[in-house]
């Protein structure tokens, strides 16, 4: 499969189409700045190979505008079969679709399904494997799913390449072959495996270690020097570009044009700083001005008003106190009235007491009978509460019946969207015709459409039967029967055979309810504080006794009344007194507060104006007007200087930093001087040693080394493993299945780091220590540039064994080479140039400078044209 062009429309900023076309073969290359939406196109390449047209989930989302709306993705494929376009959209109307040259091949899930096996039909798909999205160049990484479908997509890859291996033979062969290698392999090892002391392995072993040991020292002091050449380059380079004359002449000019313009602007804002002093003491002598007048006007006023005032209140003052003595004969009066009233209301409560005491004697049998009758109606009220309480716990709840609702509708929604799917036929019936046609349900009606979603007879009156089959569209929707299957399972647990069985015995429920709720009432109302406490009331009822001497009850009643009306009479009118010679004593003190108050007003009105002296108001209104006019004067000279305001912040801030460019470039230059004669004089040391020579020559007799302790090692690593042949034909055949990788992978490791190997995980399938030099690194220690190159070569690699097991897929980068330096970028270019061959290649990026010497196919993402 191989991509041609893609079309984005309402996905993220893209709210209106946008396309990529014109995609080749080999390395194509889409360099844009950032926000530009390169990102956006890889999210959008996902979705559409990985997220179902019905999904929902956080990546999708992701994927509409900020304003909504439904996003969709369009891809034209090519394969061995031909071109294709692929379309996607989610949320509203979703759907999927594949045409081929315009005609439509598979929608929604045969769509998905086609889709699917285009990738090799695992979930996983090739991203898991060579597409690299920006921020995720590492290996491993991203969710636990994504790292397990990435795991799966790697040993399927395994699987495929390693289906030629070969099953290891045993048995009698084994242990011949075990028998003929004891003596040779004791040559080299003792029994534990171990290199015998004096024998050829030891000896190749303790050369290969002096050799290694002097080529690292040798190779350490190289790269030092090589470090230093190009630090002293770059030192060099940097000192030239702060020295030039014209850079020097031109910071110097800049910081002459901030310092001048800064100085006119300190100068403008001083005469600014004396207008505005100038305004403010005319704005001070015009509201003193205005003041002076307005106290003397309000002066005035206030002592007219004052003396006014305080002649009304002294008037007020007088009436009050009359009031007061007037309140204080008249609760005198009503207190005397009340005693009189409550010693007559004590012979009233004493007389209708003992008159009680006797009524009580004789109303006690007729309680204790009342209260027997209470009792045993509300112990029969409890009663029927149990019961109804009892039935209504057997029959189904509200939540039971709610869930036979929604099942039978989602039956009913089933049924119907079966229905009109499926094949219908609508009877006509000619004029006056006496006969009819008849379904499962009865006869059909004159124009309505009868669905027939599966097998169907109808009866003709006088003709016979007609049987329809829809055909192989029809009867294939099993909704239907699911849903009958749930709400008969609903029905079963409830034990009712039918929906309408289940409402009567809930409709039951309720009205059992209802009656235990009735029951509960009565017995509420006849008994509130509960049975035990009638029976208690019962028991405290005291037995009859014998009164004699009583007055009538209601004789003494109406003269208990008379006395009480009579004394609360008295009660109110004292009160009523009291309440009024305290209002008296309270109007009375606030007149003569109220008067106090103005005299001193007054008092204080004339103090105020005589302050004033011989001012008149003519005076200070001819001074306020005045003072008026010089503020105004001020105003408009401080406006006509403020027009030319330069910006002061602006030109602080501009000189600022002419003065921290001077300064950084003086430091920088400080500290270069120094820096290369330091660089010069290490160079110049390592260079009259001949390291890179001396290097050289130990390199090639620790090649010669190593391929002997190679030779005689594999020897001894042969005949060791004939002894356990059998327990590690797994593993032999498992490390058989790196092979085609490591193959694939030595060429392009090379290009960067030559003999350099890579060691694989057991379970992971993924490299585990990168070989260099002769020493071993594990993945996660190298640094950031170097892991996201090996990662790229591996996925490299991945991309061609995939390839040649059939599943062509292209490899898609986003910003996969963000921590490699200016000169390893190009031995990676080189990389992906020797991939490319018929694979297709497509780098998204944003360092549009350093990408240029990539080549390939430019690719733009553009609006499309109407």
């Not at 108001?617 to 401080?638: D, G």
């Not at 010669?704 to 042969?718: D, F, G, K, P, Q």
């Not at 058989?736 to 392009?748: A, D, G, N, Q």
């Not at 379970?763 to 260099?772: K, M, Q, T, V, Y």
């Amino acid at each position: 499969m191989k991509i041609r062009a893609i079309t984005l429309n309402n996905v993220r900023r893209f709210t209106d189409p946008a396309q990529v076309t014109g995609i080749g073969d080999g390395i194509n290359v889409l360099s844009e700045p950032n926000e530009h939406g390169k990102s956006t196109l890889f999210d959008a390449i996902q979705a559409l190979f990985f997220k179902p047209f019905g999904s929902r989930d956080k990546e999708v989302s992701a994927l509409r505008p900020h304003a909504g709306g439904a996003p969709e993705v369009t891809i034209e494929v090519e394969t061995e079969a031909g071109r294709f376009a692929l379309h996607k959209r989610w949320f509203q109307k979703p759907l999927a679709t594949v045409h081929r040259e315009g005609k439509l091949i598979a929608q929604a899930d045969e769509a998905e399904a086609w889709i699917a096996q285009l990738l090799g039909g695992d979930a996983g798909g090739p991203s898991g494997l060579i597409w690299v999205r920006q921020g995720m160049t590492a290996l491993t990484g991203g969710s636990t799913k994504e790292e397990k479908l990435a795991l799966e997509a790697r040993r399927d890859l395994m699987t495929s390449v390693g289906a030629e291996v070969e099953a290891m033979t045993g048995g009698r062969r084994m242990d011949k072959a075990l028998a003929q290698c004891r003596e040779e392999l004791a040559q080299y090892a003792t029994s534990t495996g171990r290199p015998r002391t004096g024998g050829p392995w030891k000896e190749a072993q303790d050369q290969v270690e002096a050799l290694t040991a002097t080529r690292d020292q040798l190779a350490a002091t190289a790269r030092a020097l090589q470090d230093a050449l190009a630090e002293r380059q770059r030192a060099r380079r940097a000192l030239a570009e702060l020295e030039a004359p014209e850079v020097v002449a031109e910071r110097r000019e800049k910081l002459e044009a901030a310092r001048a313009a800064h100085a006119a602007a300190t100068r403008h804002a001083e005469e600014m700083e004396a207008l505005s002093r100038a305004v403010e003491l005319a704005r001070l002598n015009a509201e003193s001005a205005t003041s002076r007048l307005d106290s003397y006007r309000a002066g005035e006023a206030e002592q007219k008003a004052a003396r006014r005032a305080e002649a009304a209140a002294r008037e007020a003052a007088e009436a009050a106190r009359a009031a007061l003595s007037d309140r204080r004969a008249t609760l005198e009066a009503a207190e005397a009235a009340a005693a009189e009233a409550r010693t007559a209301l004590k012979a009233a409560e004493d007389d209708h007491r003992h008159a009680l005491r006797a009524r009580a004697a004789r109303d006690g049998a007729d309680r204790r009978q009342a209260l027997e009758a209470r009792i045993k109606e509300a112990e029969d009220a409890r009663r029927r509460m149990e019961s109804a309480a009892a039935a209504a716990k057997s029959d189904p709840d509200a939540a039971a019946l709610q869930r036979l609702e929604r099942l039978s509708a989602e039956l009913s929604a089933s049924r119907a969207a079966r229905d009109a799917a499926a094949p219908q036929v609508t009877v006509r019936y000619a004029p006056n015709q006496s006969g009819a046609i008849h379904g499962d349900d009865g006869p059909l009606a004159d124009g309505t459409p009868l669905p027939l979603p599966r097998r169907t007879i109808l009866r003709i009156d006088g003709i016979g039967e007609l049987e329809v089959e829809p055909g192989a569209g029809g009867g294939k929707d099993g909704s239907v029967d699911a849903a009958a299957t749930r709400l008969q399972t609903a029905l079963d647990e409830i034990g009712a055979a039918d929906l309408a069985q289940a409402r009567a015995a809930g409709a039951a429920r309720v009205e059992a309810a209802a009656r235990q709720g009735e029951a509960k009432a009565v017995l509420a109302s006849l008994a509130p504080d509960g049975i035990d406490a009638l029976h208690q009331a019962l028991a405290a009822i005291p037995a009859p006794e014998e009164v004699s001497g009583a007055p009538d009850l209601a004789q003494a009643e109406d003269a208990l009344q008379t006395a009480q009306a009579a004394h609360e009479r008295c009660r109110i009118a004292r009160e009523t007194a009291a309440e009024a010679l305290a209002d008296a004593k309270a109007e009375a003190a606030g007149k003569e507060a109220q008067l106090a108050s103005l005299s001193d007003r007054l008092q204080r009105a004339e103090a105020q104006q005589a302050k004033l002296g011989d001012a008149t108001e003519e005076n200070l209104a001819a001074q306020t007007v005045t003072t008026a006019a010089a503020l105004e004067a001020a105003r408009l000279a401080h406006a006509e200087k403020a027009k030319d305001a330069p910006d002061a912040a602006s030109l602080q801030a501009a000189l600022t930093r002419a003065e921290s460019v001077e300064t950084q470039a003086r430091e920088e230059i400080a500290r270069l001087h120094p820096l290369l004669a330091r660089l010069s004089e290490r160079i110049t040391r390592a260079s009259g040693d001949a390291v890179e020579e001396r290097l050289a020559e130990t390199e090639d007799q620790l090649q010669a080394a190593e391929a002997a302790l190679a030779r005689i090692a594999h020897e001894v690593a042969v005949l060791s493993r004939l002894q356990e042949a059998l327990q590690d034909a797994r593993n032999e055949a498992r490390e058989r299945y790196f092979t085609p990788i490591v193959k694939e992978l030595k060429p392009l490791l090379q290009l960067l780091w030559p003999d350099a190997e890579l060691t694989w995980g057991e379970e992971s399938l993924l490299p585990h220590a990168l070989i260099r030099e002769g020493r071993e690194e594990p993945i996660e220690v190298l640094s950031g540039g170097t892991q996201e190159q090996v990662a790229l070569l591996v996925r490299l690699a991945f991309a061609r064994m995939l390839a040649r097991a059939g599943r062509i897929a292209p490899v898609i980068l986003d910003d996969a080479l963000v921590f490699t330096d200016d000169d390893r970028i190009e031995r990676m270019f080189d990389a992906l140039h020797r991939q490319a061959g018929d694979m297709q290649i497509i780098v998204l990026t944003c360092r549009q400078r350093a990408f240029r010497a990539l080549g390939g196919q430019a690719l733009r993402l553009q609006a499309v044209v109407p």
